[in-house]
């Protein structure tokens, strides 16, 4: 079985995020860019499932500006057998919406025929949630978002999600669509023979063009806002003086 | 002229970066107030590097290392720089002196190092020689057919931990028109060796948890397989390896001072005075400029003598002119940083005082700052006749 993983390249989720001068959008000239934390946490699990002898061949999509090569070069380090980037944009701010990227995944699944799709549950970035749950839709297949736990048996899987107040464990039939939590797995350090070898693994590349997809935008961003920064806080001598603060300030 | 990394020495860079930030950041504390680095730790800390083939990554793959070169392993210092030396101590990198086994010393020293199962220190230093390492009275003479070394060498570094030492002895003496001129060479001593002691040495304010020894030796007698290099060729050894530990130095002082540096950046930043960021008083702000301004310079100067190296030039200057301004410089940013910090940066609370006591040894152990620009002028110098 083949798993497919997209990996989105985002803002490194150290930086201070800085609000651009006229609104449009956060500002990304010169800052620190990593892979989405979560894509990381599907990295893994896709080499685990590997090692586990579930599958053969993992396969890491990027879709995006072509910086986000690095990001694949990353997941091939990780441990991913190859990589297929496509090029979507040429400005670092140009963000392609999820329905679109779900169009382009739903193309190359249809040319690699994965058993599963380990997307993360969303990217840090603009927290849409949206890429994988669309996806499925598109493709008509099964779905299991925000995974704590994944097992393969067979021809399905069973995925135990991280829902409102608890734990679901459902089982999906094969193939299927699985979005990944913080809590499935701790991702590897690229260990450094992999780094060395990460060059030499193959990585196409390709255009929305080649799949037949239109990336142009259709939502529209308003404005760009830093949240309110968060007032000075006092330190209190006791549970009495905490009270009476609280008082003060109408919180109790 | 190219400035910049390739895709594989930015993943080793970010790679060894998060192993320091996950793995040593969090035992740091513990180490600088105990002063001793808890066993299971360190077993951890060197289980994991072995695992993702970063030990002994100095070491050429024909001997079972990664290869890197010397600019790569250059990064890979800076990056553990950061951390405490005490800890990274695990994240093991013999010393390359060891490539100068020969025959059978390499199954029993040089391939048992690389592998991480013996632990190797180097000792040359003793309480009357320091910085003039010929003064060496720690000597070897000949006694049926073995040498039998009697002398006291000290802060030897890692020594705790040695499972064997490198050991620089006196073997005889050359009469020279400049006077007489000890004839060195060099040793492998196990421990355990019958004569050879190592023991507690002192207490240093600098790198807390990372031991120096005293080494004793009484009568202890050494067969001539455990001669590394040749008889008498101990300075050739030296000349030949030892520029390596002071490419370390430089490079992990730079590595040190950016985070020092990431502190008084943020604090410059956050901290409030007469109603505005701290960092807006230009005395401030400028103390920020210069400490960048510094770190890299330093960090330039490192990359381009290791980067000599890999290009086989000549680099003894390159690396004494970068081991010089790199540990002056992170001794200037230590201390700026604490200026930004005002009494805060003094207090257990931030790691900033155990930086400021930590860059204090750098500029004096693997040659002093004086020994640097001896070298320095004596390169420049020497050639026009002065
Ligand atoms: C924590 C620690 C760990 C160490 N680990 C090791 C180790 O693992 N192995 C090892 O072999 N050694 C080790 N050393 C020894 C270290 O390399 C020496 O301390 C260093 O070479 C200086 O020698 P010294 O301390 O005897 O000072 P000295 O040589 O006595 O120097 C005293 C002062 O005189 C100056 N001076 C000396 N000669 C000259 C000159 N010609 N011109 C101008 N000024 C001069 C020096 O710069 C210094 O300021 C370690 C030292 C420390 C502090």
Redesign the pocket.
């Known amino acids: 079985m083949k798993v497919l993983v997209p990996v989105k390249r985002v803002i490194d989720y150290n930086v201070k995020v800085r609000v651009k001068a006229d609104g449009s959008g956060v500002d990304l000239a010169n800052v620190k860019m990593s892979m989405n934390p979560f894509d990381e946490i599907a990295v893994e699990e896709a080499i685990r499932l590997r090692e586990a002898g579930k599958a053969d061949e993992v396969v890491a999509v990027s879709i995006g500006v072509k910086q986000a090569q690095e990001t694949l070069r990353t997941a091939l380090a990780m441990g991913a057998d190859r990589a297929i980037l496509v090029v979507a944009a040429d400005d670092v701010h140009t963000d392609i919406e999820p329905l679109a990227v779900a169009k382009i995944l739903k193309a190359i699944v249809e040319e690699e025929a994965p058993g599963i799709v380990l997307c993360g549950k969303q990217a840090i970035d603009n927290d849409m949630n949206a890429t994988g749950q669309m996806l499925s839709a598109l493709l008509g297949w099964s779905q299991a978002a925000f995974a704590s736990d994944l097992d393969i048996d067979g021809d399905h899987a069973v995925v135990t999600r991280e829902v409102d107040g608890g734990l679901q464990t459902i089982k999906v039939t094969l193939p299927t669509i699985v979005t990944v939590d913080l809590r499935l797995n701790e991702p590897r350090y690229a260990s450094l023979p992999n780094i060395m070898k990460a060059k030499k693994k193959p990585m196409d590349e390709k255009t929305p063009a080649d799949y037949g997809v239109d990336v142009t935008p259709r939502l529209e961003i308003i404005s760009t806002a830093e949240p309110e920064a968060r007032a000075a806080g006092v330190i209190v001598g006791s549970v009495d003086e905490l009270v009476e603060k609280l008082k003060e300030v109408g919180a109790v | 002229m190219q400035f910049g990394l390739n895709e594989e020495q930015e993943m080793i860079v970010s790679t060894v970066r998060s192993f320091v930030e996950n793995e040593i950041y969090p035992h740091e504390d513990l180490v600088d107030r105990t002063g001793e680095v808890p066993e299971e730790v360190a077993e951890e800390i060197k289980r994991k590097t072995i695992e993702l083939g970063f030990y002994a990554c100095n070491f050429p793959e024909e001997v079972g290392g990664a290869g890197l070169s010397h600019l790569e392993f250059a990064l890979v210092e800076r990056e553990l720089g950061r951390g405490s030396m005490a800890l990274n101590h695990f994240f093991g990198r013999p010393q390359n002196i060891l490539m100068a086994c020969e025959g059978e010393q390499k199954e029993r020293y040089l391939f048992p190092a690389v592998r991480g199962e013996r632990t190797d220190?180097?000792?040359?230093?003793e309480p009357g020689?320091?910085?003039?390492v010929r003064g060496m009275k720690c000597s070897a003479v000949r006694d049926c057919g073995d040498w039998v070394v009697n002398g006291t060498?000290h802060?030897?570094?890692?020594?705790d931990h040695a499972d064997f030492i490198i050991v620089f002895v006196a073997t005889g003496e050359d009469q020279t028109p400049r006077g007489p001129k000890k004839r060195i060479t060099t040793f492998l001593v196990d421990r355990g060796t019958p004569g050879f002691t190592i023991r507690d040495g002192y207490k240093?304010v600098?790198?807390r948890g990372y031991k120096?020894m005293v080494l004793e030796f009484d009568d202890c007698r050494l067969p001539d397989a455990q001669v590394l290099g040749e008889v008498d060729g101990g300075f050739a050894v030296m000349n030949e390896w030892l520029y390596a530990t002071r490419i370390t130095v430089a490079t992990m002082c730079v590595g040190r001072a950016r985070r020092a540096f990431d502190y008084a950046l943020d604090y410059a930043a956050q901290r409030h005075q007469f109603g505005q960021p701290i960092g807006k008083f230009q005395g401030i702000g400028f103390q920020i400029a210069d400490m960048i301004t510094e770190i890299d310079a330093a960090d330039l100067l490192t990359l381009a003598a290791a980067e000599r190296l890999d290009r086989g030039l000549p680099a003894n200057r390159e690396i004494a002119s970068a081991k010089l301004y790199a540990s002056e410089m992170l001794a200037r940013v230590t201390d700026a940083a604490i200026q930004v910090h005002g009494g805060m940066g003094l207090m257990d609370d931030y790691p900033l005082e155990r930086f400021w006591r930590d860059a204090r040894?750098e500029r004096?152990?693997?040659?002093?700052?004086?020994?640097q620009r001896?070298i320095i002028s004596r390169d420049l110098l020497r050639p026009l006749g002065a």
């Open positions: 220190a180097l000792a040359m230093t020689a320091g910085s003039d060498k802060f030897i570094s890692g020594a240093s600098s790198h120096n040894v004096i152990w693997d040659g002093t700052s004086e020994i001896h």
